[in-house]
Nanobody, 115 residues
Framework: QVQLVESGGGLVQPGGSLRLSCAAS????????VGWYRQAPGKQRELVAV???????NYADSVKGRFTISRDNAKNTLYLQMNSLKPEDTAVYYC?????????WGQGTQVTVSS
């Protein structure tokens, strides 16, 4: 079975950092385009960052320079390093893996940025 298991969310103060992890089983993430999405209350789901199977990355303008997406092929795990967090980063964060018609999602993890 394919499973994406997220961890690392929680409550953090503005300016703080978190690292989200998405551990995959049943698929090799290195084969997929993988990314992080987020959805804040009352807002549409937003692409945060994506990394292709070839290693190229892209970021939403709102997080560029603060967030870094990476993949550890040996651990089959996707990461999102989140620095200089702002209250507007508060959302449920989801990991995603896509390859042609296949599209897998994690369960989501809550990130709350508040003092």
């Amino acid at each position: 079975q394919v499973q994406l298991v997220e961890s690392g969310g929680g409550l953090v103060q503005p300016g703080g950092s978190l690292r989200l992890s998405c551990a995959a089983s049943g698929i090799w993430l290195s084969t997929y385009a993988v990314g992080w999405y987020r959805q804040a209350p009352g807002k549409q789901r937003e692409l945060v960052a994506v990394i292709s199977s070839g290693g190229s990355t892209n970021y939403a303008d709102s997080v560029k320079g603060r967030f870094t997406i990476s993949r550890d092929n040996a651990k089959n795990t996707l990461y999102l390093q989140m620095n200089s967090l702002k209250p507007e980063d508060t959302a449920v964060y989801y990991c995603n893996a896509a390859l042609f018609k296949f599209d897998y999602w994690g369960q989501g993890t809550q990130v709350t940025v508040s003092s």
